[in-house]
């Protein structure tokens, strides 16, 4: 998706300049550099939303994760993949206190429950975070029983796979523009079209070979006949 929106954005750029709309130009350019859907990669998605945890920048994380849910998330319908999208929300806030507590910063830690205590105890998930109200009052929750596997590095390899193939699946589902239905449609035209002509390439080349070797087999037999007619006639 990235090589076509890219490709797509450079043809409008190109447009608005031959139509002499500069100021169009300019804002579209002002556009892709705030760019929040990351050219719709949600590999981009995914460093991008993380990129606020280890910032520690909490208001920022909600935003953003607000805004996907509008703009992506809430196309959901099934119940299954609604569930996963909450698990995952869960997640990420568990590991912004992770990760916070992690980077000696007790300050960021407080200062998320004390934010999101009350919108936390009123979702869906609220069962699983009961005992995360005490770890800011624990001294080593990395060494505690139930804390400890939010420390492992298989636990955030693992949400950190399961986020960016789950956003993958969203993008992958949001039906596209015109612009960028026609422009794929064409690729995969041209693509076919190539294979095609790679398919009669490689029967000629393979025909020209089988001809060569025919060939040099031939001039092996007249070169063998006159040096035998040559032998001969020096007789």
Same mark, same amino acid.
């Given at each position: ?46 460093? !991008? ?19 996907? =849910? ?17 698990? %995952? ?11 916070? !507590?992690?980077?000696?910063? *007790? ?12 919108? %936390? ?19 080593? *929750?990395?060494?505690?029983? =139930?804390?400890? *596997? ?12 399961? #986020? ?12 596209? *523009? ?20 790679? #398919? ?10 089988? #001809? ?5 087999? !031939? ?17």
């Amino acid at each position: 998706m990235s090589r076509t929106t890219v490709y797509v954005d450079e043809l409008i750029r190109e447009y608005l300049m031959y139509r002499g709309f500069t100021k169009t130009a300019q804002s579209l350019e002002m556009e892709i550099k705030f760019d929040k859907d990351k050219d719709m990669r949600a590999d981009k998605i995914t460093e !991008h939303l993380l990129s606020y945890v280890y910032t520690y920048d909490l208001t920022s994380l909600k935003s953003y994760w607000s805004y996907l =849910y509008k703009r992506f998330f809430r196309r959901i319908s099934n119940t299954t993949t609604h569930n996963s999208l909450m698990k %995952l929300e869960t997640c990420l806030y568990k590991y912004y206190v992770v990760y916070a !507590h992690q980077s000696g910063k *007790p300050d960021k830690v407080v200062e998320f429950f004390d934010k999101l205590a009350p919108e %936390l105890l009123n979702t869906p998930s609220k069962d699983t975070w009961k005992e995360w109200f005490s770890f800011q009052y624990i001294k080593n *929750p990395e060494s505690n029983t =139930y804390f400890e *596997p939010y420390f492992n590095k298989i636990w955030f390899d693992t949400f950190y796979m399961s #986020l960016q193939n789950f956003i993958s699946t969203v993008l992958d589902s949001v039906p596209l *523009p015109s612009l960028l239905q026609w422009n794929r449609d064409n690729i995969f035209d041209n693509n076919e079209e190539k294979q095609k002509l790679q #398919l009669e390439v490689n029967s000629l080349r393979s025909k020209l070979s089988d #001809l060569s070797t025919a060939s040099n087999a !031939h001039l092996s037999e007249d070169m063998a006949l006159y040096k035998q007619q040559s032998f001969q006639s020096n007789l």
